[in-house]
């Protein structure tokens, strides 16, 4: 389960800043408890449970950089071309066997180890052979063309810290150490649905007033993109006792519950309703655009998440909200996405206080500068528009009046995914 402080969603008031939220949860919020090991193939986009100290160094041994001539450089003349028998060759996976000796050269080929004492590597394209010698021309500077051992990493330092999101390069780093298997996390376990008689399955018939369940799928998908093990619970009627039933059961089996719209106070919105009756819900009501109303609570010792119900709300409050408690439940380290200077193409006016969330592309400017073009429709029900958008604009809560041309914090789409 979800391991939630006391009230941890306990949030009331007035519209609360984003970052003061996101500030609170950081402190509030558990990492779920669970590890395993994983395969190198499996480990991608999971998160580390412990730190990875390199036992060795890598690499393991001085080697050679490019295809060419091994040599001592005190060997070589300062002002005109070096004659060097060739008494040897060194190949990638077969050294030499024996160190290096003064007045001589050895052909050695690139990432081959260098043998003890060599310490210059010249190309060849830079030299000339003279029946069994090499004539070497002047200029070559001492350690030219030699990698060290070590070079990349050295022995007993940490590489990969514990709470890292895993990526290509990391699982990479790690095959070069020597590791097959990775403890991490165990995936965060989350269960989706969605609730509303006017909500149909895509492929389905749609009757007049009806809607396809466009959030569900977005969220599923976001959520599998994190690395979540992902239960889809389909759509829930629109009764008491079957949203409470399904919620009770997901809740025994699951770390996070999370839906979208359906959250009001009305009569028909049956979801607050049951969320209460298993534990807590508190309404958070952050100063944000689109999104502003996020419900936060338990289901016994299971987080819920409530999101906002137009699309365009329910991607941005996921995205800038519900992924950093993720990740935090997830075990990962603190990490927050980079935002990216562009200059507006656009001018936009908004009110003090909220933080805004504007869709946009980049185009290049004549200077060659990149410029944010915002999308013409920004409804926040036009799930297109984040189709057709490279990332948000991000707005701050002081300003008021925004002209073309100026500043503006632009996150890509790529920096939470």
């Given amino acids: 389960m979800a391991q939630l402080s006391d009230d941890c969603f306990a949030f009331g008031g007035d519209l609360m800043p984003v970052d003061a939220a996101l500030d609170s949860l950081r402190t509030r919020v558990v990492p779920v408890t669970g590890t395993e090991a994983v395969g190198l193939a499996d480990a991608l986009g999971r998160i580390l449970a412990e730190d990875l100290t390199a036992p060795f160094d890598v690499p393991p041994h001085a080697n050679s950089a490019v295809d060419g001539y091994a040599v001592f450089f005190d060997d070589l003349a300062a002002d005109a071309p070096t004659r060097l028998p060739v008494t040897g060759r060194v190949a990638a996976g077969h050294p030499l066997g024996r160190a290096g000796r003064r007045g001589e050269a050895v052909r050695i080929f690139t990432g081959a180890p260098m043998p003890d004492g060599f310490d210059t590597v010249l190309m060849q394209e830079d030299c000339r052979t003279d029946g069994d010698a090499v004539l070497i021309p002047p200029g070559i500077k001492r350690g030219a063309n030699r990698r060290a051992a070590g ?35 165990r995936p965060l376990r989350v269960a989706v649905f969605s609730t509303g008689d006017e909500v149909r399955e895509p492929g389905a018939p749609l009757e007049p007033g009806c809607i396809y369940d466009a959030n569900r799928f977005a969220l599923m998908a976001s959520l599998r993109q994190l690395g979540c093990a992902v239960t889809d619970l389909g759509i829930l009627p629109d009764r008491l006792d079957a949203v409470r039933g399904a919620l009770e059961r997901a809740a025994a089996a699951h770390d996070v519950l999370i839906t979208s719209g359906g959250m009001s106070t009305g009569e028909e919105d049956h979801v607050k309703a049951a969320v209460e009756s298993l534990g807590s819900l508190h309404f958070w009501r952050l100063a944000i655009k689109p999104g502003r109303p996020v419900a936060l609570g338990q289901a016994g010792g299971t987080a819920f998440v409530g999101l906002p119900g137009n699309p365009v709300a329910v991607m941005v409050t996921f995205l800038r909200v519900a992924r950093p408690i993720l990740l935090r439940l997830m075990g990962a380290a603190a990490e927050e996405p980079n935002l990216f200077s562009v200059r507006a193409g656009f001018a936009y006016k908004k009110k003090a206080g909220r933080r805004e969330y504007v869709r946009a592309r980049l185009a290049r400017g004549d200077d060659g500068r990149p410029t944010a073009l915002k999308h013409p429709r920004d409804g926040a029900g036009i799930l297109s528009s984040m189709v057709e958008s490279d990332g948000l604009v991000e707005l701050p809560e002081d300003l008021t009046r925004l002209e073309p041309g100026a500043a503006v914090a632009f996150l890509p789409f790529s920096e939470v995914r």
């Fill in 151 to 185: 070079e990349d990493v050295r022995a007993g330092s940490v590489v990969l810290t514990a709470g890292r999101r895993l990526r290509p390069e990391d699982v990479g780093l790690a095959a070069s150490l020597g590791r097959r298997t990775l403890t991490v996390r």
